[in-house]
């Protein structure tokens, strides 16, 4: 392979333990990648050289030492930067937390740190997680690698784009509605959203805490296991996080589709979805079949009323999450006469349009007179949905679906029709609101050269099931062209 950044997290974990390189030169590649595509892309908002080479250096002395049973030692990863990371500024993409240097590491930044990971540094995300394009940064957009005047997706984005580029070898995002999987779906990547509590959120920035899940964003499947595998568990700072025993992800990459009951998802696959994607999907649901799969149709209909009930839920939660933000402890502060104008005013200038209108839906929906109407009917609503899943779990083993409605589009082209920006996630939503697992697979090309994603469904803690069902698609799609701007604009 010309490039050390090329290559994926399982061959580079092999080139480290044999000898081959060392972490310093696999972050030298990033860095060096990163050099050339961040004037192209701005997947980054922080690039953490300092830091990054200091846990290159210490991971080069463990694997002198012989260590060797730690998969992510010395391997750079990007994280969203709604992660708190301690010494590194975090922001959440919002003017209101510009140039907050947090004192502490969320949990999942703890276990990559103890995992001897080299954080490369912080991605640019929609602010507050709030958005399925990455343009609603305050630090303006990250843009696709595969053609840069298309959006990377959303909200994590800036991961995305830097694991398909390769400024990253991996990378982590938060799934509220589908900002991994989406995101994972536009750039050709693969995106995990694991299920709600199998990951801590303690030091996850808050959208929407009954719906927030942190998830990784990688080249392939297996190293998508890879890297949840480490941030995986229980965690007493977390009172929502699941408390057992984990489930064996990478043990079951190998072991087939035979015999497994895989339903396509009739509400997703049908209008309102691009042509080519529905292709895409099909032609991997045919091979799924081939491979031994018994494949049918199984009907969601609550799903239909899904993209509503969020869209109450997560801006309601959000307008209490927020709420913090108000100039008085950390984070911007807009002086005024008293302490009421000082936090208006600093909410104002702090909170950008997209988070603004959020805020307002959700406290409109959670106001006298409305709780019931609104945001009770749709919890109500949430709780169809739970149902509609389990009882399709009772008749097949996994769900599938394409993963998003197109392709990637282009920017600017839905900024002004928050409906339009809203429809991006119609796929992804309904597992954020029944709490199981999904993951997006790339499979195919559109005639534009823009990736396709597939994504698959599974019971709540089915991780292993479903990274299984992962892994067929992705020797099924045989899925390996790599972002142009990678290939063509840096390698020139």
Known sequence: MSDLADLTIDEAGAGLRTGNFTATDLLDAALRRAAVTE???????????????????????????????????????ALKDNMVTRGVVTTASSQILAGWNPPYDGTAVARLREGGAVIVGKTNLDEFAMGSSTENSAYGPTRNPWDTDTVPGGSSGGSAAAVAVGSAFGGYGSDTGGSVRQPASLTGTVGVKPTYGLVSRYGLIAF???????????????????????????????????????????????????????????????????????????????????????????????????????????????????????????????????????????????????????????????????YDAFYGQAQRVRTLVRQDFATAYERVDVLVSPTSPTTAFEIGAKVSDPLAMYYSDVCTIPSNLSGDPAMSVPVALDEGGLPIGFQVMAPALGEELMFRVAAEVERAAEFTVRARLATSEVDA
Do not use: C
Request: glycine letters at 10%; zero cysteines; hydrophobic letters at 40%.
């Open 39 to 77: 004037a192209h892309l701005h997947a980054y908002l922080t690039i953490d050289h300092d830091g990054a080479r200091a846990a290159a250096a210490t991971a080069d002395r463990s694997l002198a030492a012989g260590d060797d049973e730690r998969p992510l030692l010395g391997i750079p990863v």
């Open 208 to 370: 929407a805490s009954s719906l927030d899940q942190i998830g990784p964003l990688a080249r392939t499947v297996a190293d998508a296991a890879t890297l949840l595998e480490g941030v995986a568990g229980w965690d007493r700072l977390d009172a929502t996080s699941y408390h057992g025993d984990l489930p064996d992800i990478s043990g079951s990459l190998e072991a087939g589709v035979e015999g497994l009951r895989i339903g396509v998802v009739s509400e997703l696959t049908g209008e309102g979805i691009d042509p080519e994607v529905l292709s895409a999907t099909r032609v991997v649901v045919d091979r799924l079949s081939d491979a031994g799969a018994v494949i049918s149709e199984v009907s969601l209909p609550s799903t239909e009323y899904a993209l509503s009930a969020y869209y109450l839920i997560a801006p309601a939660e959000a307008s209490a999450n927020l709420a913090r933000f108000d100039g008085v402890r950390y984070g911007l502060r807009v002086d005024g006469e008293t302490t009421e104008e000082m936090m208006a005013k600093t909410r104002a200038d702090g909170f950008g349009p997209e988070v603004t209108r959020r805020i307002l839906l959700g406290t409109y929906a959670l106001s006298a007179g409305y």
